[in-house]
C-alpha cells in the first residue's frame, strides 16, 4: 500500500468527520438534544483519527520515550496532556479572535502559527541536545530501569504549544453559529481522541524499548536510547530549518 | 524487531500531512482557457465568509475580493494555487486572473481564469493537489466541463495524494 494511498484514507475519513460535526451543529437549532451528544461522540472520533495524521507531537514522543524508557502509565500521561495543551492553545486562539479582536481564528492562526511553529522548533532542538547528552551520560545504565524524568511535562509543552487547526476551525465554526458551549465541549473530546492516538503513538515506542531483543543487549538499549534522542534533534532542526509558510489554510 | 518495523512504519506515517480543509474543484476547459472553481467545506467556508463578507450580504464586492486577494489567495502562490500546469514536461508558474468569490448555501466559492494560450498545440497536463496537504482537493470528472478531449487519474504523490489531467 502506498503512503498516498493510506493519505487518501485518512483524509476521506477527516473530511467524513468534519463534514458530520457541521451537520449536526445545524441540527441542534432544531431543539432537540441528541444532535448536540452526537457532535461529542463524532469529535471524539475526529480526534483519533487527525491526530493519526502529522504533528500532534507523535515523532516527539516516540523519540523521546526512546531515549527515556518510561512507565506505561506516563505514556498516556504524556499523550493526552499534549492533545490536552494543544486543544487550549487552539482554544485560546480562537477566544482571542473572535472576542477580542473580532476577525476570524484562521486569520489569526495564519499570522501566530509560522513564529510559534520556529519557537518550538528551537525549544525541542535544545531539549534533543540534553537528551544527548543525558543518554550519552547514562551510557552505563545497561537495563529499563532509568529514572523517570520530569522533562516528559517540558515535552507536553513542546509538542502541545503549537495550536491545532482542526480544534480552531471547529471551535471558530460553533461561536459563529451561536454554539460556543457545545463547541468547547466538542473540542474537549476531540482532544480526548487526540490524546488517545498520541499515546498509541508511544505505546508503540515504549514496547520497542521493552522488547526482549533490547532489554537483554545493553548495547542495543543504549543505541536506541542514542537513537531517540537524535530522532528529537533532527526533529527540532528540521522544525527550524523549514519555516512553514503563511497562509489562511 | 517486528516491533521496531511498525514503529519505523508509524514515524514515517507522521511525516505526511493531514488535510484540514477540503476543497472541491471544478472545471471549465477548452484549448486556450480553463477557469477553476473551489468550494470549501462548510467550516472552514464559515470562516472565510466571516472575513471577507464584511457587509454579510452573501456577496463580495470587487474590495472584499481584493481583500482576499491580498491576505489569502496571494500567498498560494507558492503552492502553485494547487493547479500545477506542465507544458511539453516543464512546469509554468501559474498566473491566475478574473478571481471571483460567490458563496453558495453554505459554502465559500473561489474562482479564477488560466490564460492557455501561449501554449496551445503544446502537450499539457495539469495537477490538482497541495503538497503540503493541509488541504485535500477531489476532483470528479462529473466536474470538468470540456471542449478538448483529456484522461482524468488519480495520482501517488509519495506521501500525498491528486488528481492528473492530460489533454490528448
Known amino acids: 500500500m502506498m503512503l498516498s494511498t493510506l493519505a487518501n484514507t485518512f483524509a476521506q475519513a477527516n473530511h467524513s468527520f468534519n463534514t458530520a460535526i457541521?451537520?449536526?451543529?445545524?441540527?441542534?437549532?432544531?431543539?432537540?438534544?441528541?444532535?448536540?451528544?452526537?457532535?461529542?461522540?463524532?469529535?471524539?472520533?475526529?480526534?483519533?483519527?487527525?491526530?493519526?495524521?502529522?504533528?500532534?507531537?507523535?515523532?516527539?514522543?516516540?523519540g523521546y520515550l526512546l531515549a527515556n524508557p518510561s512507565k506505561r502509565s506516563h505514556v498516556f500521561q504524556i499523550g493526552f496532556l499534549i492533545a490536552l495543551v494543544h486543544t487550549l492553545s487552539a482554544l485560546v486562539v480562537t477566544l482571542c479572535a473572535a472576542y477580542l479582536m473580532n476577525v476570524s481564528a484562521n486569520r489569526l492562526f495564519r499570522d501566530v502559527n509560522p513564529p510559534l511553529f520556529q519557537l518550538s522548533g528551537g525549544l525541542i532542538l535544545l531539549l534533543g541536545c540534553w537528551l544527548v547528552y543525558s543518554v550519552f551520560k547514562e551510557r552505563r545504565?545497561?537495563?529499563?530501569?532509568?529514572?523517570?524524568?520530569?522533562?516528559?511535562?517540558?515535552?507536553?509543552?513542546?509538542?502541545?504549544?503549537?495550536?491545532?487547526?482542526?480544534?480552531?476551525?471547529?471551535s471558530f465554526f460553533a461561536i459563529t453559529?451561536?454554539?460556543?458551549?457545545?463547541?468547547?465541549?466538542?473540542?474537549?473530546?476531540?482532544?480526548?481522541?487526540?490524546?488517545?492516538?498520541?499515546?498509541?503513538?508511544?505505546?508503540?515506542?515504549?514496547?520497542?524499548?521493552?522488547?526482549?531483543?533490547?532489554?537483554?543487549?545493553?548495547?542495543?538499549?543504549?543505541?536506541?536510547?542514542?537513537?531517540?534522542a537524535l530522532c528529537v534533534v533532527l526533529l527540532g532542526l528540521w522544525f527550524l530549518t523549514h519555516p512553514i509558510p503563511q497562509r489562511a489554510f | 524487531m517486528s516491533k521496531i518495523c511498525v514503529c519505523l512504519l508509524v514515524c514515517a506515517c507522521s511525516v505526511f500531512a493531514h488535510p484540514h480543509t477540503f476543497i472541491t474543484v471544478s472545471l471549465d476547459l477548452n484549448e486556450t482557457d480553463m477557469n477553476v472553481r473551489w468550494l470549501f467545506d462548510e467550516m472552514t467556508s464559515q470562516s472565510l465568509l466571516e472575513d471577507f463578507d464584511a457587509d454579510r450580504n452573501g456577496i463580495f464586492s470587487p474590495k472584499e475580493t481584493e481583500t482576499f486577494q491580498k491576505e489569502v489567495f496571494n500567498d498560494l502562490k507558492q503552492f502553485s494555487f494547487f493547479t500545477h500546469l506542465k507544458v511539453s514536461g516543464k512546469s509554468i508558474p501559474l498566473k491566475p486572473t478574473r478571481?471571483?468569490?460567490?458563496?453558495?448555501?453554505?459554502?465559500?466559492?473561489?474562482?479564477?481564469?488560466?490564460?492557455?494560450?501561449?501554449?496551445?498545440?503544446?502537450?499539457?497536463?495539469?495537477?490538482?493537489?497541495d503538497e503540503s496537504f493541509l488541504c485535500a482537493l477531489s476532483l470528479e470528472k462529473e466536474q470538468i466541463r470540456s471542449s478538448v478531449k483529456y484522461t482524468l487519474k488519480e495520482v501517488d504523490n509519495a506521501y500525498y495524494y491528486g488528481y492528473l489531467l492530460e489533454f490528448l
Open chain 1, 141 to 170: 545504565i545497561a537495563s529499563e530501569s532509568v529514572a523517570a524524568h520530569t522533562s516528559r511535562f517540558g515535552v507536553v509543552m513542546l509538542a502541545g504549544v503549537v495550536p491545532c487547526p482542526g480544534v480552531i476551525t471547529l
Open chain 1, 177 to 228: 453559529l451561536g454554539h460556543m458551549g457545545i463547541g468547547m465541549v466538542a473540542a474537549f473530546f476531540m482532544s480526548l481522541g487526540m490524546g488517545l492516538s498520541i499515546s498509541l503513538a508511544g505505546l508503540l515506542a515504549q514496547s520497542v524499548q521493552a522488547s526482549k531483543a533490547i532489554v537483554t543487549q545493553p548495547k542495543w538499549f543504549w543505541a536506541i536510547r542514542f537513537l531517540g
Open chain 1, 22 to 62: 457541521a451537520e449536526h451543529f445545524h441540527a441542534i437549532d432544531s431543539g432537540h438534544f441528541q444532535p448536540a451528544l452526537l457532535i461529542i461522540v463524532l469529535a471524539f472520533g475526529y480526534g483519533v483519527v487527525h491526530a493519526l495524521g502529522p504533528g500532534h507531537g507523535k515523532a516527539l514522543v516516540a
Open chain 2, 99 to 129: 478571481l471571483f468569490l460567490w458563496r453558495e448555501n453554505n459554502a465559500f466559492g473561489v474562482e479564477f481564469h488560466v490564460d492557455l494560450k501561449p501554449y496551445v498545440h503544446q502537450k499539457k497536463a495539469i495537477g490538482f493537489w
